[in-house]
């Protein structure tokens, strides 16, 4: 059967839910294939449901901590795993739910089950029907790695989406892999009660960040039990459900981690290999994801791509902002660029990590002439007072400008602190008028003009 649309719009991720919403009401018919859960990663196996775990965790870390508080608990504190599932599901249904039934009341939009593919320029292939538009919107997100190591297909293992069926504690979790989605499950389960060992092959842990960043959250990390193995590659892996041995090359340390379970998370690929994007002539950059232009248009007139599957950012908020993007250039006459957005984002272990632009590292490659300040969480009085002193924030400033170039807070409450930051940047503004701003006591935030104000050059 063969249909004609306005727009087809491929994928129900963070770009395509909102891009099927904003064409619709201006009048365009809408087509909206997903071959699986909508609502895609953010939902159902990412953000949502790692920070509702998160939260159990932060939960039962606190209980144990008690007697710091004055609080007593008689007994010993452990979670309910299952309790814990069952919170998790109940939060990120409500919110695929919620988005799935008001695509499916949307005016002039059809959704489609199953997995599209392209068979022409123009054309659209779901089961049996072909769905025909000028305007075709990919949004097909990506999937966990896979890393080839020898012996992986012998061994159950658990990547970020089965993660989320778990309802036990695993004894033993080993996790390859020692970056952003590895650091959130190793901590969340070593609060749930496993014993957890992270393999990272790198020298540091999120080793992206700058190096004080990357050590200070080892320090914590390894505070609360979690081993640690820098320097450290998986090789192979053996064993059986239960009993799995991870074998490593390493300078330090054993050679082999014997753990019940193993998570691997050494990455996320582009979900663009099965989608006949060869058919259409659409490009692909040596990681398979789609080169498109600063207005997310690919090398194919009438084709788009937005969120992961264009490796411009991996988060829920890039990928919304590809959707602002594109409505605001079909719709709105409005030119926004991908490249008016800079980087940011939060790493959500506790002490959370809120980023904003430039690392310290990029700012001092960059030759230029740059300030920097910088203050321990110990001399911010509301992290005094809630007994959460770990980890420090830093700025850095352009000397000639003024502007703020990027910004880290690793510290309680950094994830939210750091968006006054975020404002100051994207409005250009220099550094004095976030200092001279008279902040809220007692709060993260009001010490940030106070580091400002101890600026100093970056020698
Ligand atoms: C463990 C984890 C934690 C994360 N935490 C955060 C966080 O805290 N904050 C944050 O900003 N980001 C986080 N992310 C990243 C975030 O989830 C993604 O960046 C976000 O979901 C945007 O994805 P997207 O819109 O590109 O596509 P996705 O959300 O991945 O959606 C793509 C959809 O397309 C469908 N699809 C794919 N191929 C086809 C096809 N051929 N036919 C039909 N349908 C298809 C898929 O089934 C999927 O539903 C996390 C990711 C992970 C893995």
């Known amino acids: 059967m063969n249909q004609t649309y306005d727009a087809v ?21 809408v087509a909206i294939v997903e071959r699986h859960l909508f609502g895609g990663t953010c939902v159902n196996t990412g953000c949502v449901p790692t920070k509702a775990m998160v939260a159990s965790a932060y939960a039962a870390h606190m209980a144990r901590r008690g007697r710091d508080f004055g609080v007593v608990i008689d007994g010993h504190v452990r979670v309910d795993m299952k309790s814990i599932k069952a919170r998790k599901d109940a939060i990120a249904e409500q919110s695929r739910l919620g988005v ?7 005016a002039r939009c059809d959704v489609y089950t199953g997995h599209a593919r392209l068979r022409s320029v123009h054309e659209v292939v779901v089961n049996d029907q072909v769905l025909r538009a000028d305007r075709i919107f990919i949004n097909v997100g990506g999937r966990a790695t896979v890393p080839s190591i020898p012996g992986i297909d012998g061994i159950p293992f658990l ?26 499950f ?3 389960f070593r609060r749930f009660g496993s014993e957890v060992t992270i393999i990272e092959k790198a020298t540091h842990l999120v080793h992206h960040e700058d190096l004080d960043i990357s050590s200070t959250i080892e320090d914590f990390l390894a505070a609360e039990g979690i081993g640690l193995r820098l320097k450290a590659t998986c090789v192979r892996l053996s064993g059986r459900a239960g009993a799995i041995v991870a074998h490593v090359d390493c300078e330090e340390g054993t050679q082999t981690i014997e753990g019940t379970h193993v998570l691997v998370a050494v990455g996320r690929q582009p979900n663009t290999d099965d989608l006949g994007l060869e058919t259409g002539g659409v490009l692909l950059d040596e990681r398979g994801h789609i080169v498109v232009n600063d207005r997310l248009e690919t090398n194919v007139p009438g084709i788009w791509a937005l969120g992961d599957c264009i ?17 605001a250039n079909l719709l709105d006459g409005d030119p926004r660029r991908v490249s008016d957005r800079f980087s940011t984002y939060a ?3 506790d002490p959370p990590l809120g980023r904003a632009g430039m690392t310290e590292a990029e700012v001092r490659q960059s030759g230029r002439k740059a300030l920097i300040g910088s203050r321990a969480m110990k001399r911010v009085g509301r992290a005094v007072e809630k007994g959460e002193t770990q980890g420090f924030m830093k700025v850095l400033v352009d000397g000639s400008t003024k502007r703020i170039l990027g910004a880290a807070i690793l510290g309680v409450g950094g994830d939210e602190a750091v968006h ?9 503004l220099p550094y004095t008028t976030v200092q001279h701003g008279v902040r809220i006591h007692p709060t993260v935030s009001e010490l940030i003009p106070t580091m400002l104000g101890e600026l100093a050059p970056a020698k």
């Open 186 to 188: 190793g901590q969340m």
């Open 420 to 428: 006054s930051l975020v404002d100051a940047m994207y409005g250009e």
């Open 347 to 349: 790493l959500y272990i």
């Open 9 to 29: 719009i491929i994928g129900t991720g963070q770009a395509g839910l909102p891009l099927a919403k904003r064409l619709s009401d201006a009048g365009m018919t």
């Open 100 to 106: 799935e039934k008001s695509r499916r009341s949307l």
């Open 159 to 184: 990547t970020n989406s089965s993660m989320m069926g778990l309802d036990a504690v695993p004894p033993h979790l080993v996790i390859v892999g020692g970056s952003y989605v590895g650091l959130e």
């Open 311 to 327: 490796g411009q950012g991996a988060f829920t908020h890039t990928s919304y902002n590809d959707f602002e993007i594109v409505a």
